[in-house]
């Protein structure tokens, strides 16, 4: 399955297949599906869209790779999902220090949660500043497929396939 994601910024376009769906988004861009000679239009991407996909992932990988739980951790994605409800209800300072301390407590975590706890933080960045919001995104899939060890290409593919599934194309 290939995809066309068009920047509806500067107007270039990123060819890309499934598994590099995650790490092609940008803020602003328009999603295609080839199939065959024909396009399918999948759905708009939005900095908030962007940042949602990497707290979800970071989720995901914190969930399904860290070896241990922490408050830290959890907080960052508590806190950064609620700015995602209302961007008024937390303040970038509150995100940061989140962040920050999730970071901390990754520093000496092991390696699958020491991705996931990146992830997470970067997700908090993007939610307290717009122009990192795809580099959150494409951080919090990397790190998650890094987790993920020797099934990254399964990772990529299933991160893909959750942007499929988010616009109903699945």
């Given amino acids: 399955m290939n995809f066309i994601i068009f920047n509806l910024n500067d107007g270039s376009q990123v060819s890309c297949d499934l598994a590099h769906l995650s790490q092609s988004l940008s803020p602003n861009c328009e999603i295609v599906r080839i199939i065959g000679d024909k396009h399918e239009a999948i759905g708009y991407v939005s ?6 996909f990497a707290i979800e992932w970071a989720n995901y990988a914190y969930q399904n790779y860290s070896k241990s739980q922490n408050p830290k951790v959890q907080n960052c994605i508590d806190l950064t999902r609620k700015w995602l409800q209302d961007h008024n209800s937390v303040s970038a300072d509150q995100l940061k220090e989140a962040a920050y301390a999730a970071y901390d407590a990754a520093y000496a975590a092991a390696d699958a949660a ?13 939610a307290a500043d717009a122009a990192d919001a795809a580099h959150a ?18 990772e990529k593919s299933r991160q893909g396939t959750f942007i499929l ?3 109903g194309m699945e």
């Avoid at 900095?47 to 949602?52: D, E, F, M, N």
């Avoid at 995104?137 to 993920?148: D, E, G, L, Q």
């Fill in 165 to 167: 599934k988010f616009f």
């Fill in 137 to 154: 995104a494409y951080c919090a899939a990397r790190t998650a497929a890094t987790a993920a060890g020797k099934n990254k290409l399964n």
């Fill in 47 to 52: 900095h908030s869209l962007i940042v949602h």
């Fill in 114 to 126: 020491h991705a996931a706890y990146c992830a997470a933080r970067n997700a908090a960045y993007a």
